[in-house]
């Protein structure tokens, strides 16, 4: 069975910064996808990013972006020029290429310091 | 843009109670899924839906079921409410197929419920 795992359960960082959060996964599967989601506090779920397996370049949007090393089985997600708009819970999930359903990492949650 | 609602934003129920969350969302999506979210724990997958009236069971499906009579409503029962029930409830919906692989699921804005 797959697992992910967030090894950071809180994190924090001062406005205008770089962090960076963690996530590993174990998988016997060569084909899947990696998602990170923020939570901010009361506040629905969303996707901040994607990464399909088979491409060795890593995802990018905007601000956020991927460290994808497939062999090391770690997806981690930095975040460049912090923004108070960024505290949240974030969360790591992976999907199987053969499977509709996420498997989450239990989450690391993010401050941001003015 | 989507949009999955939930019935109620907060729920106090009473040990023995049966118990309806609701979650309705307006993109013709085919997949459903109930998530409990505990802090600690992350997101545990109790159940999914990908059709009307089909469901299979996530990780956590002891003592809940649910209901899928239309394909936009996916309904989350606690037949017999427990104090280890207590937790936020997140309902979420995706496309399905080939195209929908890279899909993002969709949340709704969660339902926490006490069970007292």
């Known amino acids: 069975a797959q697992t992910v795992t967030q090894s950071q359960p809180e994190m924090s960082v001062q406005e205008a910064e770089t962090v960076t959060l963690s996530c590993t996964y174990d998988t016997s599967e060569s084909d899947y996808y990696l998602f990170w989601y923020k939570q901010p506090p009361s506040r629905q779920m969303i996707l901040v990013i994607r990464q399909e397996a088979y491409k060795q370049q890593n995802a990018t949007e905007n601000r956020f972006s991927v460290n994808f090393q497939k062999a090391a089985k770690s997806f981690s997600l930095k975040i460049s020029d912090s923004q108070l708009g960024d505290a949240a819970m974030y969360f790591c999930a992976y999907r199987s290429a053969w499977a509709d359903k996420l498997i989450f990492g239990t989450g690391t949650r993010l401050q941001v310091f003015p | 843009d989507v949009k999955v609602t939930q019935s109620s934003r907060y729920l106090v129920k009473r040990t023995g109670e049966k118990v309806f969350l609701e979650c309705v969302q307006d993109?013709?999506?085919?997949?459903m899924f109930w998530y409990r979210q505990d802090p600690g724990l992350g997101l545990r997958l109790i159940y999914f839906s990908y059709d009307v009236k089909m469901k299979e069971k996530g990780d956590i499906p002891e003592g809940y079921s649910v209901s899928r009579e239309k394909k936009e409503r996916f309904s989350l029962i606690l037949e017999s409410a427990s104090t280890n029930q207590t937790s936020m409830y997140l309902c979420?919906?995706?496309?399905?197929?080939?195209?929908?692989?890279?899909?993002?699921?969709?949340f709704g804005p969660g339902t926490r419920l006490t069970v007292l």
């Open positions: 993109m013709d999506h085919e997949n």
């Open positions: 979420a919906s995706s496309p399905s197929g080939a195209d929908g692989l890279l899909n993002e699921q969709f």
